[in-house]
């Protein structure tokens, strides 16, 4: 194969490249003006937050003149204040607490321009700090609007169900999981393994508390009870959480940890959810008389959502599957 062949296929590949980048910024462009986006009437406080606003249909409809394909918003759909949408897909790191804080901070500058929140919640729960931190953006929502809603269409367990509280309302569809309010340790000990090949483990600290149970060292029993009493003070948390939004929720029953689906939370009148329903149904109904603005982070460049995104992904499940070390919600 001669060098210019390898240079003129090399050539041909970037300019394929180049013009598929191109189309791809254009038909993203195409398609946000499809939605009449008002820059005006859209807020931008974080430069790597979009909108997508959604007029309502309800009142398009009733405001269509015969014969008419693309009817205009109504005065009375631009005078009223519109509903956000937030979404949060969490998993066991709750990675993406920072960027769900800046949605908020979009909806915290704009208040007086939003009627309600909906905040569509899937999370299966997971490490405490980074849950603790999502569940104070959610107090700060609460804080901010008139009315918060939660909707959840598959999961809100543990973590996920403890960031659900500051709702004013929470939807679920019936076979999603809710509950789990209790903390789990998952601490692997090596000791012994290392032991085999002739390996000591040493750990020095200064502070007898400062390391206490570990992957390699050996936990006195002192260790061992302060570290479960670590566990129990985070649960008396959640439960002081739980109490502060809902205190209807039947604590002898939901303290233990346990998680059912929604609907049988409903039957048994454990009070962890106030309505069965799933968020594509309220989202529609409120969209009948309401605007709806979907506030998301930016779309991440073609190598941040392709090897960067790969790899990423690939680390994520290996922590997944093994978890490690760590205190979970």
């Known amino acids: 194969m001669s060098l210019n062949y390898i240079l003129i296929s090399a050539a041909v590949f970037l300019l394929i490249l180049t013009l598929w980048i191109l189309l791809r910024r254009k038909k993203k462009f195409k398609n946000t ?78 208040k007086d321009k939003v009627s309600e929140v909906v905040v569509v919640i899937t999370s299966p729960g997971g490490m405490v700090a980074q849950y603790g931190h999502v569940y104070s953006q959610m107090e700060r929502l609460r804080e901010a609007v008139s009315k918060l809603t939660v909707c959840i269409d598959v999961v809100a367990a543990s973590g996920g169900y403890l960031m659900s509280l500051p709702a004013n309302k929470i939807i679920a569809a019936p076979f999603s999981m809710v ?43 002192e260790e061992i009870e302060h570290f479960q009493g ?37 039957n048994k009148e454990l009070g962890l959810v106030d309505e069965i329903g799933c968020s594509e149904d309220y989202l529609m109904t409120l969209n009948e008389k309401e605007d709806l603005i979907l506030i998301k982070k930016k779309k991440g460049s073609f190598l941040e959502n392709g090897i960067l995104g790969l790899a990423g992904a690939m680390v994520d499940r290996a922590f997944d599957n093994v978890r490690g070390a760590g205190v979970f919600h």
């Open 33 to 110: 003006s499809r939605l009449e986006l008002d820059p005006v009437g859209l807020w931008r406080y974080h430069s790597d937050s979009e909108f997508e606003k959604k007029l309502s249909y309800g009142l398009a409809r009733e405001n269509e003149k015969p014969g008419s394909k693309n009817p205009k918003p109504s005065k009375e759909s631009k005078e009223k204040k519109p509903v956000t949408v937030l979404e949060f897909n969490g998993d066991i790191r709750a990675k993406q607490h920072r960027g769900f804080a800046s949605l908020v901070d979009e909806v915290c500058v704009n």
């Open 179 to 221: 509950g789990s309010v209790g903390v789990v340790a998952f601490v692997p000990n090596a000791r012994k393994l290392l032991n085999k090949f002739d390996i000591e483990p040493r750990t020095f600290t200064a502070g007898n508390l400062k390391r206490t149970v570990g992957l390699f060292d050996e936990a006195s029993k």
């Open 230 to 266: 670590q566990l129990e003070t985070i649960h008396n948390q959640f439960l002081a959480a739980v109490r502060k939004y809902r205190p209807q929720v039947r604590f002898q029953e939901i303290e233990t940890g346990a998680h059912w689906s929604a609907e049988d939370s409903v």
